[in-house]
């Protein structure tokens, strides 16, 4: 069972490049997310898509952008990388809400900004 | 403005006794709450949820309590066991909105 899965793991970028971080799930859930965890501030939603074709703001999401490529695939594109943008960054799917549709994470992508 | 707070950064508990993990709220809106376990280099993994409809939900060892008029709700982990270690998080969500929002997270320490 693969469930979710992120790649790369690890990423370092120098300050301006751009990168794609790329999640796939294969659990056919409609619901997909992308979080990041900074010490101290928990996990904040980024970007979140509801059902294949839609996309939408959480609490943080400036300087990054989504696409819902399919139904399986969310990728989060950072165009011009800034220091701040030093984080974990984990996705998430959800097959659909309420407290027994919990979500599912991935093991992140650890990425530092230079 | 955080609508989910985790007070308390961390916690010790000797093994065998109750950990209380609390989580406070000011949305009275979200409809369920969710609890996460999280180990060193994964992703967080769901351990347990309750429905504001309720006031209790039991799982094995945890247990979780919902106090809507104090918009508080706790964790309850019985017997400890140092593979409780862990860092955990609380989460709430609102019906229909598809966002779930998660609290700072509590760090635990189960001392054998």
């Known amino acids: 069972n693969a469930g979710v899965t992120q790649t790369p793991k690890f990423q370092v970028l120098k300050t301006g490049q751009s990168m794609t971080l790329q999640c796939a799930q294969d659990m056919n859930h409609n619901s997909m997310y992308w979080y990041r965890q900074d010490p101290g501030m928990g996990l904040r939603l980024i970007y979140y898509s509801a059902s294949e074709g839609t996309t939408d703001k959480g609490e943080v999401p400036n300087g990054y952008n989504v696409s819902r490529l399919n139904k399986r695939e969310f990728s989060l594109r950072l165009e011009s990388a800034a220091p701040s943008q030093t984080s974990v960054y984990f996705c998430?799917?959800?097959?659909?809400?309420?407290?027994?549709?919990?979500?599912?994470f991935g093991n992140g992508t650890r990425l530092t900004v230079t | 403005d955080q609508q989910v707070k985790q007070n308390s950064p961390s916690l010790s508990v000797q093994e065998g006794r109750i950990s209380i993990l609390n989580c406070d709220y000011t949305?009275?809106?979200?409809?369920?709450f969710l609890w996460y376990k999280k180990y060193p280099a994964e992703g967080p993994t769901f351990l347990i949820s309750i429905s504001s409809i309720k006031d209790k939900n039991e799982d094995g060892r945890f247990t979780v309590f919902l106090n809507k008029s104090a918009k508080h709700l706790s964790l309850h982990i019985v017997p400890s066991q140092p593979g409780d270690s862990a860092v955990y998080f609380c989460?709430?969500?609102?019906?229909?909105?598809?966002?779930?929002?998660f609290g700072t997270g509590t760090r635990l320490k189960v001392l054998a």
């Open positions: 949305n009275s809106m979200f409809d369920y």
């Open positions: 998430a799917s959800s097959g659909g809400q309420g407290a027994n549709s919990p979500l599912h």
């Open positions: 989460a709430a969500s609102v019906e229909g909105t598809y966002k779930y929002i």
